[in-house]
């Protein structure tokens, strides 16, 4: 249980410091307007939520075992549509 608890207290820091600095960065570094902004934050979170799956998995590093290609494949299926929902809306 120690293992859980200390993974996700890293990844609950790691997480946020990552969507703020994103944040941070489009906002006053490449100046993009507030519709932009939504969609790139929109698919940050949906990737790092995706990616966490890999994180998890394993006790070691997430590339020291293969992930199953049915996980693969969901996580791939489910990135593709939200790349889709950003860049064709969902109306």
Do not use: C
Not at 12 to 41: E, V, W
Not at 49 to 56: E, P, V
Not at 66 to 80: F, N, Q, S, T, W
Request: overall charge positive; proline content about 3%; cysteine-free.
């Amino acid at each position: 249980m120690r293992l859980v608890i200390g993974m996700a207290s890293v990844l609950g820091l790691i997480g946020p410091i990552a969507a703020f600095g994103l944040f941070f960065m489009a906002d006053r570094g490449f100046h993009m307007d507030h519709a932009h902004l939504q969609t790139l934050m929109y698919l940050m979170l949906s990737v790092a939520g995706s990616l966490t799956i890999f994180l998890t998995r394993t006790r070691g590093p997430f590339w020291s075992i293969r992930p199953k290609r049915i996980l693969l494949l969901a996580v791939l299926g489910a990135e593709a549509i939200a790349t889709l929902l950003a860049v064709f809306g969902s109306s």
